[in-house]
């Protein structure tokens, strides 16, 4: 009974406590759902959600589409084709198909023609979460961006700290003016350092042959009173300074088609030097850049060729001022959705370099064998050949670096081999023919930028080409004179 008792008299003390303690637990919950709220919109109550409320359910369509492996063949992407079950399905590299990219298809040909940089899917694969952007449909709804113009601060601070730590380009005396890639800027600057006065002649735009064909075909297809195509700088390449001072000279350097460093030939003339390659996944570093006006692009960067950014640095305040009225007049300014995924891609990049996630080292070693595989094949044939690429020393990686381009410049040898395209289409392997560039039609460009089944078909096709030649042992025969039937 006594036991009882006091069993009875310790349950007012008991029932206090649990009041007390459910009160404070209460308070707490109150608190937390105060504070939280502004910020996460709800609070986490258990499951997978992480306090996510609108961003869960694009984040979970994201992961469900990167998880969907169609064979390793190719991607689903979110704005894909919508099947019967309302999701969109896999797109598949070329050559495969089948609802999950698991059947090689006959008779395929390589298609090596386009410059389509997909050869770093696998490294951002790899690095998803640092280089990912949630971008909400409120984000950046107006017209400018935190200055009150068309660019963003902060992503100009980081394209400056990039160039600084990687030292390709010398950035401190530079304005920088953004653009839809780097192809609108060409156009923008030939505008910026046109004359303005009508009384002035057009002035003459020009490149030296090899180059990057569409420099002729949007100078054409903009052609006016301010300037327009000049042709290539061979006709002009004697005169004086005085003569060239009316020729805006376009110089890719490392070139493109065939990736060799280039200068400008024109004394006397503007220059816009194009540097979209100049990254040390291409090429060898020896100096940054301090060239008056370069330009660069996240499609050769990164390899975000569909977010459509490039950037141009510019020496002189009033051609910055003329090609950015250019951006500004024909689009508004670059995409404000882009420069946040640039933002993000740019801050993942700086964050790895130098070490293991490196993407200049990564490049560097997928483009290095590739351009390895496919000098071993065509080292051992006498009708095709590629460029002379030597090793060369970087200042990034601290060392003799191993040639990594993005394009094969391969050239017929054979003299009734004339169109090399041919020669190459009649093999399999698709190509952009060199008379674009205004070369001999005996050159044709074979691009090593894309997936890894891309690179598969290209290197199978020219090993059968190469595979196929017979050589003549007739005495005194020229190495020129083959027969290519198949044995």
């Known amino acids: 009974m006594e036991a009882v008792a006091a069993a009875g008299q310790r349950r007012p003390a008991s029932t206090w406590l649990l009041a007390f303690y459910s009160s404070l637990l209460l ?10 709220r502004p910020f996460g919109g709800v609070v986490a109550t258990g499951g997978d959600s992480c306090g ?43 050559c495969f198909g089948g609802p999950d990219c698991s059947v090689r298809m006959a ?53 400056r700290q990039l160039h600084r730590t990687v030292g390709n380009a010398a950035v401190d005396d530079k304005h920088l003016v953004f653009g839809t890639g780097s192809i609108q800027l060409v156009n923008a600057l030939v505008h910026a350092l046109s004359s303005p006065d009508a009384a002035s002649p057009p002035a003459r735009v020009v490149a030296t042959a090899p180059y990057y064909a569409s420099y002729r075909t949007q100078t054409r297809m903009f052609d006016g009173r301010e300037y ?34 280039q200068e400008r ?15 040390p996944h291409f090429t060898h570093i020896p100096a940054p850049a301090d060239d008056d006006i370069m330009l660069f692009t996240a499609s050769k960067l990164s390899g975000n060729a569909g977010s459509r950014f490039g950037w141009a640095l510019i020496r002189d305040e009033n051609v910055a001022e003329r090609a950015n009225d250019y951006v500004q007049e024909s689009t508004m300014g670059a995409s ?45 044939s006498r009708r095709i050949s590629l460029q002379k690429i030597p090793p060369q020393y970087c200042t990034y990686f601290k060392r003799t670096r191993a040639p990594s381009p993005a394009y094969a410049w391969i050239k017929c040898e054979r003299e009734e081999d004339q169109d090399c395209h041919e020669v190459l289409l009649k093999a399999k392997v698709i190509t952009r023919s060199g008379v674009g560039s205004e070369a001999s039609s005996r050159y044709t460009r074979a ?14 096709m020219i090993t059968d080409l190469v595979n196929d030649e017979k050589y003549s042992t007739t005495a005194g025969s020229s190495p020129m004179s083959v027969n290519t039937q198949r044995k």
Not at 61 to 79: I, K, M, N, R, Y
Not at 129 to 152: C, F, K, N, P
Not at 447 to 460: A, G, N, Q
Request: negative net charge; charged residues 20%; aromatic residues 8%.
């Open 228 to 261: 327009g195509w000049g042709g290539t700088t061979t006709a002009w390449a004697n005169a004086s300074s005085n003569a060239t001072h009316g020729f805006i000279e376009l110089v890719a350097s490392p070139n493109n088609p065939d990736t060799l460093m």
């Open 336 to 380: 404000r959705d882009s420069q946040l995924r640039m933002l993000v891609v740019i801050k993942a990049i700086l964050a790895n370099l130098h070490g293991k996630e490196d993407i200049f080292a990564f490049g560097h070693d997928v483009m290095s064998t590739r351009w390895r595989r496919l000098n071993a094949v065509v080292s051992r």
């Open 107 to 159: 008779n395929c040909s390589a298609n090596a023609a386009s410059g389509n940089p997909l050869f770093l899917e696998p490294y951002w694969k790899r690095n998803a979460a640092t280089g990912s952007v949630m971008v909400s449909a409120w984000h950046r709804l107006g017209y400018i961006t935190t200055d009150g113009e068309y660019q963003s601060v902060e992503l100009q601070r980081l394209i």
């Open 447 to 460: 691009s090593l930028l894309k997936t890894d089944d891309d690179f598969d078909m290209l290197l199978e």
């Open 52 to 94: 996510l409320s609108w961003a869960l359910q694009p984040a979970k369509e994201a992961e469900a589409g990167a998880a969907t492996e169609c064979s390793g063949h190719g991607q689903v992407f979110l704005d894909g084709i919508t099947g019967e079950n309302g999701r969109p399905g896999c797109e598949c590299n070329r």
């Open 265 to 279: 030939v024109l004394r006397g003339s503007a220059a816009i030097v194009d540097r979209a390659y100049y990254w």
């Open 27 to 36: 308070n707490v919950l109150l608190l937390a759902h105060h504070f939280l």
